[in-house]
C-alpha cells in the first residue's frame, strides 16, 4: 500500500458536498471512483481535511488516498484527473504521506474566504460563486465587530443544528472583512470550524455591516451561546475552502 | 423616444456571441427581447461597442438602446435585469445617453484581458473562463515580444479571416502580459480591434512563452502582414472586455 496527500480545487456547485450521502453526487465518489483505477478496481476510502457542505467550494482541499499501485505523485495526480473527467474536480498535485499522517487529525489550521457581491446588479460571472447582497454593506463596521470574536470560544451560537462535535470550544485566529470594489470578502482561519461555523458568522456580520445591528452585537451573540440569536446562515456558493495546514509541510513538488 | 447607455456584465459560455446570428442565443437577443417590455412591446435594436464572439465574456460592455418609455435610468436597469433572467446578462447601470451619442462609434478605447492558467492540472472553478495551457509559459518573455507590437500598424496578420473592417491598421496602446501565481494574464487596449485580434495575439505570444520562436518573432509576424504565419486563435473562453471609454465620459450615477 502507498498513501499520498493530494491537494484538491473543486466547484461545489454540482456535489451534495465533499462526503458520500445517502443520494446526489459527492466529491469524495468522483475521486474514490476515479482512485479506483489506481486500487486494482475497488474504491478506497478518502479523508478530507474538510467537510465543505453542497454547494461549497474548494481551492486549496486536502485529502488523504491509500492505494495498492506505488506510483511517482504526478502519475497520482495524473491518472485521478483523467478518471474524475468531466466533473469539475481538479487535483492541482500529489505527495507521499508522511508516516502516520492524516489529512484531517493532523491538520493545524484551515482557511476559508467568503465573498459577498454586494451592488444591485445580480452577478452574472460569478454566478455561484458569490453570495449577492444588493443592500449596502459596511465593511468596517463588520471588520470591527469580527475582531471582537477572535480567539478561544464556546461557539454553540454559530454551530449547525446538526453539528457532531463534542465540543463547541474553538479557536478563531483570523476573521478579516474587507470591501474590494463591489465585493465584501470575509477570510476566516481557524485550526478547526465547526459545521456552518463561517456561514454563521457570516450571516451574523452582514446584520452588522446593514446597519441593523451594532459592532458589539455579534460579541453578544457569542456569550450568550444561542444559535437561534444569531443570523442567517449565509449561502455555500460564497464560501471557498482556501487551503489547509500542517505542522509539517507537505512537499508538493 | 428616451435613449440609455447600458453598462453589461456577462457569461459569454451560452452565447452565439454578442450579435444575433441565424441559430443560437445571442446576449443582444436577450437584452432586446428585455427591453421589449420598455417599449410597447417591440424589441429595439441595441447597438454595443465590442462585437465579443460567441464564448468571449464582458465586465465592462456598453451598449445604447433606444425605448418610447421615458424612464429613469435605475429604472431601466432593473427592468432589464428582471426580464432577463434567467440568463447570465447583467446590466450593471444604465445613463442617460447624450446627444448624438453612439455605443460604438464615440468609443475612443476598448480593453480586454485573456486569461490563461498556466498549470497541469485542469480547470475546475474557473472552467469557462480560462485557457488552460500545461507546458510552462515565460511571461517575461511575451512581454519582452508584446512591447514590439504597440503603436500604429497594419495588423492583417493578426485578423481573422472574416474580419469586415475595410483597414487592418490600428493602434495598439498597450499589451502586458505578467504572471500571477499558476495564471498567466495579458492585457490589452487600443481605441478598436479587428476580428480575434486580441485571441490572434495571445496565440502568437504563446509561442514565444513556450521557446518555440524568439520575442524578436510575433514583431517579425506583424510586418510580413501574413495571417498564415502568425500562431493559433486563443479560445474563446479565457477572454473578457473589460471596459470601454469614451471622450466625453458617461455618468453611471
Known amino acids: 500500500m502507498a498513501g499520498y496527500a493530494l491537494l484538491i480545487e473543486y466547484d ?4 451534495v458536498g465533499w462526503q458520500r450521502q445517502g443520494q446526489g453526487l459527492s466529491v469524495q465518489q468522483v475521486l474514490e471512483e476515479a482512485a479506483a483505477h489506481l486500487n486494482a478496481g475497488v ?4 479523508i478530507a481535511a474538510g467537510r465543505t457542505d453542497a454547494g461549497v467550494h474548494a481551492e486549496g482541499q486536502v485529502a488523504q488516498l491509500e492505494i495498492t499501485a506505488d506510483l511517482p505523485p504526478e502519475r497520482v495526480r495524473e491518472a485521478l484527473n483523467f478518471h474524475s473527467r468531466p466533473h469539475p474536480v481538479s487535483v492541482l498535485a500529489a505527495a507521499p504521506a508522511p508516516e502516520g499522517w492524516s489529512a484531517r487529525f493532523s491538520a493545524t489550521g484551515r482557511a476559508y474566504r467568503y465573498r459577498i457581491l454586494n451592488r444591485r446588479a445580480r452577478p ?6 458569490v453570495w449577492h447582497v444588493q443592500r449596502r454593506l459596511d465593511a468596517a463596521a463588520m471588520h ?3 475582531q471582537m470574536l477572535l480567539g478561544q470560544h464556546d461557539f454553540s451560537a454559530f454551530r449547525a443544528a446538526a453539528c457532531q462535535a463534542k465540543s463547541a470550544l474553538r ?5 478579516d472583512v474587507a470591501r474590494l470594489g463591489d465585493e465584501v470578502v470575509v477570510t476566516a482561519a481557524a485550526r478547526s470550524f465547526l459545521h456552518h461555523q463561517v456561514r454563521n458568522l457570516v450571516g451574523t456580520l452582514v446584520e452588522v455591516g446593514w446597519g441593523r445591528r451594532p459592532a458589539s452585537w455579534p460579541r453578544s451573540v ?7 440569536r444569531a443570523g442567517q446562515t449565509a449561502p455555500p456558493e460564497g464560501l471557498v475552502l482556501t487551503g489547509v495546514r500542517y505542522a509539517e509541510p507537505l512537499d508538493w513538488g
Open 222 to 228: 457569542l456569550d450568550g451561546r444561542d444559535r437561534a
Open 144 to 146: 470591527e465587530a469580527a
Open 12 to 15: 461545489g456547485g454540482p456535489f
Open 124 to 129: 452574472a460571472l460569478d454566478l455561484g460563486r
Open 43 to 46: 474504491a478506497p476510502t478518502m
Open 171 to 175: 479557536t478563531l485566529d483570523r476573521l
